[in-house]
Each structure stands twice: as C-alpha cells, then as structure tokens.
C-alpha cells in the first residue's frame, strides 16, 4: 500500500507535483497516467525517497522510504532504464544490486531468465537496446521479490512481444497480491493493464477511479451524420430539424455533423421528414484515448507548433489533427471539443485549493442546458466549475491552468519544463 | 568478501511462480495479507554494501585502467630513476643524510594523478548513469553506500599503492643502499611505503568525497588536478614583499611538498614534519566525507 498525502514537490519556482493525495492498493494493478512532464517520474522519485518533498508525505506500508527495514525487500523499483553503469555487464549490475540488499547471488539467474536476458548476462549493458535496457530495470526491480512495485514507463521501447509480456507480467505479479503501480503516457496501455488509473497532469490529480468508472464517465457515444457535399443548405436544415428534435449538434472539420441526444432510427426519421438524403449515419464510440486527451490537454506542457507546411496540406478527415485548419465550433488548435451529454470531469477544473477545503460544485445548469455550437468554442473543454477563489496564497502552476482553454493552454507551458530522469547531474 | 559467481546449476523455480501461472487474474481478489516471498528475509548490513562495491569496482575496465596505469608509473619510473642512478652516480653523491628511498617521489606523484580520478569516478559515474538512484532505492542508507564506497576504494587503493611502493623501495634499497654511508632506517622504510600510500589513499578518498559532492566527473577530477597542481605553481608567482608569505604558505602545504615530507624532505621551520602531512590529509578527507554525507541525505538523487 502507497500513500501519499499533500505531497508536493517545487523546484525553485515550478511546481513539479502539487498537493497530491492518493492511495495505490495492494492486489491489482494501478495505472499512474500523465503527460510529458506532469510530475509522474517525480512522484516515483518522491516514493522512493530519491527527492525530498517539500510539503507533504508519501509513505509505503505506513513508513517513508528511507525509514523502511530492508527497503530494498519490500519495494522494488524500475526509474529509468538507462540507470546504469554502460560498462558493467548486465549480470555483475544485478550481482551488486542484490549483495547490496542481502539477496542470495542465485537469484541473479533467476531474474535473469525471467526478463530473458540470460544470453546476454555478461555483455556489458553499453550496448544494449532500449527494449534491452527495459527488461534488465525490471529485472532489477524485482531481484528482491518485493510486495510492492513501482514501474516507470515500462513498455518504452519494448517490441509488440515485449509488451504483451510486461502486461501480463504486472497482472501476475498483482494476482499475487503484490501493490503494482506503473507510470505510463499511453492510455491504451493502461486501459489493457490496469484496474485502477490515477491521472494528473502538471502535477495535480485529474482522475483517482478504477477503469470501469473512468470510461463510463470518459467515453460518451455519439452518431456521425453526412450529407452530401455541395449541399451545405441541406445540412443546415438537417442541423436546426435535429437541434429542435432535442440533439446536439456539432459540425466536424470534413463536413459531417456529430450528433449526440438522439437515436439513430430517430435521426434517420428526422433526415427524412425534412426531405434531406443522408451519405452517411454511422454510430461511434469515443475512445478512452480520446477522453484522456480531453482530459489533460490542458495540462499538456509540450505542444509542438504548427509546421508550416501544414498549410499545403488538405484537412485530414476525421478529427481535426492539431495545426489542421479548425472549424467553428472546435476549441483551437489540438482542441477536442466537448462531447454534448458529456459528464464534465470532476477532477479536471479543480481550484487550487485542496479537495476538502473546496468541495466540488457542479456548474450550474450544466445536466440542464448544453450551450449552443457557437458558444461552446468558447466555452471548451468543460465549462469551469465556478472557480472557488484560491484560498491563502495562489501557487503558481494552477494559475496557468485550464480555464478558457485553448489559446492560453497552447501559449503557456515553455517555461515549466520537465526535469527530465534522464538528466545527466 | 567475494561472492560466487558460478550458481548452482538449473536453480528451482520459485514456487510462487508456478502457483500463479494457473491461477487466474480477478483484480482484487489478492490473497489476504499480501503476498509473501519465499526468498529468506534477511536485515542488508554494511557488509553487503562492501561486496556490492568490491564487485562494482572489480567489474569495470576503468578501475583496470587506472589502477595499471598507476603501478605502471610508480614501477616503471621508480624502476627507471633506480637504474640511471646506479648506473651515473659515484659514491661521492651520497652524503651522511641522503634518503636514497626518495628517488620513489617522482613515480608515486605522477602514478598519484589516476588513482584521484579513480576516486572521483567511483561515485560520480554513478550520478552521471543515473546508476545512483537505483543504488539508493536498493539500499535507502547514504551513509552505508558512501561508507562502503569509501572503506573498498580507500583498501583497494591502500594495498596497491603499498605493493608499488614497497616494490620501488627494495629496488632502490637493494641496489643503492650500500653505497650509502648510513644505509636505509628504519623509519625511513616505514613512511616511504605505509606512509605513502596511506596518503596517497586518502587523497583518492578525498577525491571520492569531491565526487559525491560535485557528481560531475569532469569537474571533480579537474578539481582535484588543481588541488595538486596549482598550490606550488601559484606560489612561483607570489615573490612579491606583500604575497611572499602566501606563497610560502602554498608552498609548504602543497601536496607535492607534503608527500616529500615522506621521504624525508624538509621545508623549513615551521613546515610539517614526520607524520604531519598525513594527519592533515586525514583531517581534510574526514570533512570533505562529512560534507559529502550530508549532501547525500539533503540532496535530491
């Protein structure tokens, strides 16, 4: 059992993790999703006792890091895959790790095998690929045989095999009731691995659920309409019969509409009272990838910026991809727009303040009355609850935070650069 | 202090392992009270942290590379001086208080320069790998992991540079000492070997110090160069009325001075006699360890 209570972490004036509280569970897998540089390898860090928070505490099995008896048997670790010593051999890396915890030197071959680098034991791990250098972490992480495991993304460059067995190696090793925590920034990964997902993003907690709950709550479905092109009345017509009907209605960058609050035999009746041909009524789901990139993309703090040479290019179909001209009614560039129906995440516009001190409030009318298309361009992402006024001093990473969205968001974030794992101090 | 490195053939699997593969995966649904490895449990002292570094540093080809690089220096140059003296000098060279163990200097000075990037490598690769955060999450104690680092580079170094200069001091005693009116004493054996090489030990071990504060390796071994090398240079540069007791000051205390103390040099009435140098080297090292200690505990890895 991981717990972390108010655990922050600034470096001078950035805001790595802000007041983080959550709890990983023994006997299932909890995914720990963020963007680049939300505070993820930090608050592994943190876990580990490697960096010092300064406000808050993290403890494991009710002790901080550093205080625990024979830490190195009841947690094991993977931080970076690139956290040795290029010159010494992949087995002689594993032979003082485990001295160094009082591990018998025979367990060496065992974990050995287990990540399927026994041909390669005594290369020296400089010329290892990074899939390599992957397994050797995990080999590492679980030379003590621990109950508790921290993997920080795991599957970065394993091939599709790789994958498939670290995926089933962090099942196993939760059936077996062990705490397993695993960073990653893929949510289709985590969707297949984990049971529980903890989401922050620019340090702060954006989700706490088990997956089922987060794609309930994520994942709205909706209907694709089109009508034929060059016949822009036509779907006018057809946008104010469904508008009236009790739909929403949101125009996509390719022409077709995306309809949500209404049937698709209902639609289909629609199209045809009003006498308008359809090309295409197909029915949709969104993908959790999608709601996770709606839910964090305020919190992105690495954007690329448009290339230039986007502008020859063609609208692709589809969704709008970012630097793609953008519609009206779509929230800016590399915006998703809110799906109408769409439960707003809870976590998403929280105020500064801690949980506690602000209890979230619903917007008001939000379940009522979803805006119109032209308002919601600017009201996406999901209208902001009515912010709370910071109590006591505003730190400063939530300032930047969501709010209005799209320009802000996209303008923002050079200055809060990651202090990359992979810094060479 | 070794561990082996053979393991027992065909090790049994765990048995945890194969109880898992056929039990199927309810999230959740874990055994109560977590799991339970089979592996014996048992307390990591500061003995283990001893032969995790013992194998660290014996499995890198830098820790060869340095350390031949050394007994090559101090061998081959004491072997060399040795063997011109013999050959050039006459019986009149030799006076009542000629120290003929002194013709070690030169090699042990020039072999001291790997052994402080040794030092300084010994922890610094490790922050530059990013090895350091895995040592740390295996063992959470600073103190056992710098202590350990410490006690194996300080040992390895001790012994090796007591070999060479033991090596070169026979060379020099059995070739020369009979030409000498006075021969080689006792005390002179003494601190040419154990004396040097407990300085120059303690040097590296101040270097590892630097290392852990610094964590960059080119820095720190810079640093140490400088430490060496600019005393006695600046001191060249401070004849000046006003300055003149500075450079006195640099050059006494600089350590190529001080390690000439060893071999009986003297520099002058209030320089440091005898086994003075070594107590300051000490001193030095015990403060620079503290510090690296305490930049361990307070510092993010």
């Known amino acids: ?425 | 202090m070794t561990a082996p490195m053979t393991p027992p053939p065909a090790a049994p699997a765990p048995q945890h392992q194969a109880q898992a593969a056929g039990q199927p995966y309810w999230p959740g649904q874990a055994p109560a009270g977590g799991y339970v490895s089979p592996i014996p449990v048992r307390r990591a002292t500061l003995g283990d942290a001893i032969a995790a570094e013992w194998t660290k540093i014996k499995s890198l080809r830098s820790t060869m590379w340095t350390l031949g690089t050394m007994l090559v220096v101090v061998i081959g140059i004491g072997t060399l001086i040795a063997l011109v003296t013999y050959n050039v000098a006459d019986d009149a060279d030799f006076g009542e208080d000629s120290q003929i163990l002194g013709m070690g200097f030169v090699g042990i000075l020039l072999g001291m320069i790997p052994l402080l990037t040794l030092g300084v490598l010994t922890i610094s690769s490790e922050y530059g790998t990013g090895l350091i955060r895995t040592t740390l999450t295996a063992c959470p104690s600073r103190g056992r992991v710098l202590g350990a680092k410490a006690i194996v580079f300080f040992a390895l170094t001790f012994v090796l540079t007591l070999v060479a200069t033991t090596l070169v001091a026979l060379l020099d005693a059995g070739l020369l000492a009979d030409r000498t009116p006075n021969g080689v004493g006792g005390s002179e054996w003494v601190k040419a070997t154990l004396g040097v090489s407990g300085y120059v030990a303690a040097l590296g071990l101040l270097s590892l110090a630097v290392g852990a504060l610094l964590r960059h390796s080119a820095g720190a071994i810079t640093t140490m160069l400088g430490l060496v090398l600019l005393p006695p240079l600046l001191s060249l540069f401070m004849m000046a009325e006003s300055v003149r007791p500075i450079g006195k000051a640099l050059a006494t205390y600089s350590i190529p001075s001080q390690l000439a103390v060893f071999y009986g040099a003297e520099l002058g009435d209030d320089g440091p006699t005898g086994w003075t140098p070594l107590w300051i080297v000490l001193g030095v090292t015990a403060v620079a360890l503290g510090g690296a200690y305490a930049a361990m505990t307070k510092r993010d890895a």
Do not use: C
């Open chain 1, 1 to 425: 059992m991981i717990e972390a209570v108010g655990l922050t972490k600034r470096y001078g004036a950035k805001t790595a993790v802000h007041n983080l509280t959550f709890q990983v569970r023994p006997g299932m897998v909890t995914g720990f999703l963020g963007p680049n540089g939300s505070g993820k390898s930090t608050t592994m860090r943190m876990i580990l006792g490697l960096d010092v928070p300064t406000a808050g505490r993290v403890t494991i099995g009710g002790r901080p890091y550093r205080e625990l008896p024979n830490a190195p048997r009841q947690v094991g670790a993977l931080i970076d895959a690139k956290a040795v010593h290029g010159g010494r051999s992949a087995y002689h890396h594993l032979l003082s790790l485990a001295q160094l915890s009082g591990i018998p030197a025979r367990r060496v071959d065992e974990v050995l095998g287990v990540v399927g680098l026994q041909d390669v034991a005594k290369r020296r791990s400089k010329g290892f690929s990074l899939g390599m250098g992957q397994r050797l972490g995990i080999a590492a992480a679980l030379l003590g045989d621990p109950q508790v495991l921290l993997f920080d993304e795991p599957v970065n460059g394993l091939d599709p095999e790789g994958i498939l067995w670290v995926r089933n190696l962090m099942k196993r090793l939760a059936a077996e009731g062990r705490t397993v925590f695993v960073s990653s920034h893929l949510m289709s990964e985590m969707a297949l691995t984990a049971d529980h997902l903890i989401v922050i993003g620019r340090g702060q907690l954006l989700a706490d659920m088990s997956v089922e709950d987060f794609i309930a709550a994520n994942s709205a479905g909706f209907a694709r309409v089109r009508t034929p092109d060059g016949e822009p009345e036509g779907r006018e017509k057809l946008t104010s019969a469904l508008v009236e009907a009790g739909g929403q209605v949101l125009p996509e960058p390719d022409g077709a509409l995306r309809v949500t609050g209404l049937a698709l035999p209902r639609i289909s009746d629609l199209a045809h009272a009003a006498d308008i041909r359809l090309w295409e009524l197909s029915p949709h789901q969104a993908s959790l990838e999608e709601a996770y990139m709606r839910m964090t993309q305020a919190a992105v703090d690495y954007r690329s910026t448009q290339d230039a040479r986007a502008g020859f290019q063609q609208p692709a179909p589809g969704y709008a991809m970012p630097g793609a001209p953008v519609p009206p009614g779509w929230g800016g560039p590399g915006g998703y727009p809110v799906l109408p129906g769409e439960q707003p995440n809870p976590y998403a516009q929280q105020p500064p303040a801690p949980p506690q001190q602000a209890p979230r409030q619903p917007a008001p009318g939000q379940q009522a009355q979803p805006p119109a298309p032209q308002d919601r361009a600017a009201a996406a992402p999901p209208p902001p609850p009515v912010a709370a006024p910071p109590s006591g001093e505003a730190p400063p990473a939530p300032a930047a935070a969501p709010a209005p969205a799209a320009p802000e968001g996209a303008a923002a974030p050079a200055d809060l650069t990651k202090r990359d794992s992979e810094d060479a101090r």
